[in-house]
């Protein structure tokens, strides 16, 4: 029998229709048009009870305020807001999860009207199909969970709060990405509200253009507000395991080095992914290192797999191993809770990324150029500060399966996904010049350290609007045929983000 369960997660935030006039279309005050929304669709406005909560950025670098924030429930709302948004002449621009790194979801300026999605938080499984449908309100931590009910999993990141529709709108990935693919790679279908308010499906036999489009670019196309996903067993076997160095900048530089070898020529099963970490030391000229991963497959075979790698560098200080069911490998990589009931917490940061090409590795020059940034300027930066060399590519990866054309995320041949994070000291504004020279000097160190014209990337879910070329370093080739999807399905720019495709400069 054919066994399909939905569960509907309950309404979040709810707010009554405000009296304060923002904007005026042809007579028309913002207030007036949205009286007329026949789905009763509840919206705060500045000024009102539940503003300043509905408009805080995960990142407080960012300050925006929309003029207003709707919390629709159904696909036929959404519509409703995106017709209020071309009658009233503002952009609109869904919030899924709230976690862009440059405050996308609230339209990257004062003029927008946001769609927050909190309040769609339905997923239905289909244990015969072996797929799952989520609204675009869920977070990671609910989906992972509610799949592992059913004993199945979707390839996505570890921290809780993300929402699906940014994470699988863009990428999504995470330690099972080596085995699974990212997120995107496991859509099937979409269902997708477009510029013009019209509800439609895209897929590979409708909208196929679009289906393309929304897997890589998704917010510069349309707002997807429920994804169907052809999900995995969750697999009954993991760990998670983690080493430690503290060492000299130049023997730090050598252990990327071997990772680099180990990661693009060791013969690496798909079970294994995991990520060097890069962290300020505590003595001058040196660095921290660790390497934490995952490893879905029996224990017993972990040791073997990891030997020719630790053959070569020297001996960890300390090690971890964490072994359970695929939950309990999801609780651990998320600090130790799935839950999404409590607030976040918010942080002030900056974020760049680099996506380096399996077919030119990064040289020797520019790991140690790297390192010596890290354990000089980054010892004197205050605040936190992080890099992680995230293993995407190796023989066996399934993200490297795919070729560069088949959806709109073109770094098909990447190796490395490398985050660079710096936190203001106490977590809060003002944002210190010291967190940009930091990460500007270390992404310099290995660019221009590679040989000229080195053909790097970056990852979209780590956004950065200082990048000054960053169509071509986020969409690469695939950019051209993104604007032609843009021009049939949204030719005057209504989901105009900061760094949207079609963007008007």
Same mark, same amino acid.
């Not at 805080?56 to 990142?59: C, I, L, Q, R």
């Not at 983690?242 to 160095?245: G, H, K, L, P």
């Given at each position: 029998?054919? #066994?399909i369960?939905?569960?509907?997660? $309950?309404t979040i935030?709810t707010?009554? %229709?405000g009296?304060?006039?923002i904007?005026?279309?042809?007579?028309?005050?913002?207030?007036?048009l949205?009286?007329?929304i026949?789905?009763?669709?509840?919206?705060?406005?500045?000024?009102q009870p539940?503003?300043?909560?509905?408009t #805080?950025? =995960?990142?407080l670098?960012?300050d925006? #305020?929309p003029?207003?924030?709707?919390f629709?429930v159904t696909?036929?709302?959404?519509?409703?807001?995106?017709q209020l948004?071309?009658?009233?002449?503002h952009t609109?621009v869904a919030?899924?999860?709230?976690? /862009?790194?440059?405050?996308?979801?609230?339209?990257?300026k004062?003029?927008?009207i946001?769609?927050?999605?909190?309040n769609?938080? /339905?997923?239905?499984?289909?244990?015969q199909?072996?797929?799952?449908?989520?609204q675009?309100?869920n977070?990671?931590?609910d989906i992972?969970?509610?799949?592992?009910?059913?004993?199945?999993?979707? $390839?996505?990141?570890t921290c809780p709060?993300?929402?699906?529709?940014?994470h699988a709108g863009?990428?999504?990935?995470?330690?099972t990405?080596?085995?699974?693919?990212?997120?995107i790679?496991?859509?099937?279908?979409?269902?997708?509200?477009?510029?013009?308010?019209?509800?439609?499906?895209?897929s590979?036999? *409708?909208?196929?253009?679009l289906?393309?489009?929304?897997?890589?670019?998704?917010?510069?196309?349309?707002?997807?507000t429920a994804? +169907? =996903?052809?999900?995995?067993?969750?697999?009954p076997? +993991?760990?998670?395991f983690?080493?430690?160095?503290h060492? $000299?900048?130049?023997e730090?530089?050598?252990? %990327? +080095?071997? =990772?680099q070898?180990?990661?693009?020529t060791g013969?690496?099963? $798909?079970?294994?992914?995991g990520e060097l970490?890069?962290?300020?030391?505590?003595?001058?000229g040196?660095?921290n290192?660790g390497y934490?991963?995952?490893?879905y497959a029996?224990?017993a075979q972990?040791?073997?797999t990891?030997?020719p790698?630790?053959?070569q560098?020297?001996?960890?200080?300390?090690t971890?191993?964490?072994?359970?069911d695929y939950?309990?490998?999801a609780?651990?990589?998320?600090?130790?809770?799935?839950q999404t009931?409590s607030?976040?917490?918010t942080?002030?940061?900056?974020?760049? /990324? %680099?996506?380096?090409?399996?077919?030119?590795?990064?040289?020797?020059?520019?790991?140690?150029?790297l390192m010596?940034?890290?354990s000089?300027?980054?010892?004197?930066?205050?605040?936190?500060w =992080?890099?992680?060399?995230?293993q995407?590519?190796?023989k066996?990866?399934a993200?490297?399966a795919?070729?560069?054309?088949e959806?709109?995320f073109v770094?098909r041949?990447?190796?490395f996904?490398?985050?660079?994070?710096s936190?203001s000291?106490?977590?809060?504004?003002p944002?210190?010049?010291?967190g940009f020279?930091?990460?500007?000097?270390?992404v310099d160190?290995?660019?221009?350290?590679?040989?000229?014209g080195?053909?790097?990337?970056a990852y979209?879910?780590y956004?950065d609007?200082?990048?000054?070329?960053? *169509?071509?370093?986020y969409?690469?080739s695939?950019?051209q045929?993104l604007?032609g999807?843009?021009?049939?399905?949204?030719?005057?720019?209504?989901?105009?983000?900061?760094l949207g495709?079609g963007?008007r400069?």
């Open positions: 029998m054919n #066994k369960s939905t569960i509907m997660r $309950p935030l707010a009554s %229709l009296l304060l006039i904007s005026h279309v042809n007579g028309q005050s913002l207030k007036d949205v009286s007329q026949g789905y009763n669709v509840s919206i705060v406005l500045p000024g539940g503003y300043a909560n509905a #805080k950025p =995960f990142n670098r960012y925006y #305020k003029v207003a924030v709707a629709p696909s036929h709302e959404v519509s409703e807001v995106v948004g071309l009658k009233s002449n609109v919030r899924s999860g709230g976690h /862009s790194y440059i405050a996308n979801g609230l339209g990257g004062n003029d927008a946001v769609i927050d999605l909190r769609m938080k /339905s997923i239905t499984v289909d244990d199909r072996n797929t799952a449908v989520v675009t309100g977070l990671l931590g992972l969970t509610t799949l592992n009910e059913h004993d199945r999993a979707l $390839p996505h990141g709060y993300v929402g699906i529709g940014g863009y990428g999504g990935y995470g330690f990405s080596r085995m699974w693919g990212l997120t790679d496991r859509i099937t279908s979409i269902e997708v509200v477009l510029a013009n308010g019209e509800i439609t499906t895209a590979e036999t *409708s909208n196929k253009d289906f393309w489009a929304m897997r890589g670019a998704a917010g510069s196309f349309g707002i997807a994804i +169907t =996903f052809s999900t995995f067993p969750a697999p076997e +993991t760990t998670i983690s080493y430690s160095w060492l $000299p900048a130049a730090a530089a050598s252990v %990327l +080095t071997v =990772f070898n180990f990661t693009l013969d690496i099963p $798909p079970q294994l992914a970490v890069i962290t300020k030391a505590d003595i001058r040196n660095v290192l934490a991963g995952g490893w029996p224990i972990l040791n073997a990891l030997a790698f630790f053959a560098v020297p001996a960890p200080i300390s971890s191993f964490d072994s359970g939950l309990h490998s609780i651990n990589l998320a600090g130790g809770s799935l009931i607030p976040e917490g942080d002030t940061f900056y974020a760049k /990324s %680099l996506m380096t090409p399996s077919s030119q590795p990064m040289s020797l020059k520019s790991i140690q150029a010596e940034v890290v000089t300027v980054g010892f004197d930066t205050p605040g936190w =992080f890099f992680q060399v995230e995407v590519g190796g066996y990866s993200i490297n795919l070729k560069a054309s959806t709109a770094h041949d990447s190796l996904v490398i985050q660079f994070y936190s000291p106490g977590n809060t504004p944002y210190p010049q010291t020279n930091l990460l500007n000097a270390s160190a290995i660019v221009s350290n590679n040989r000229p080195w053909n790097y990337g979209a879910n956004l609007d200082e990048l000054p070329d960053w *169509s071509y370093r969409y690469g695939n950019y045929r604007e999807v843009k021009r049939i399905y949204d030719p005057n720019d209504f989901f105009s983000l900061p495709v963007r400069h």
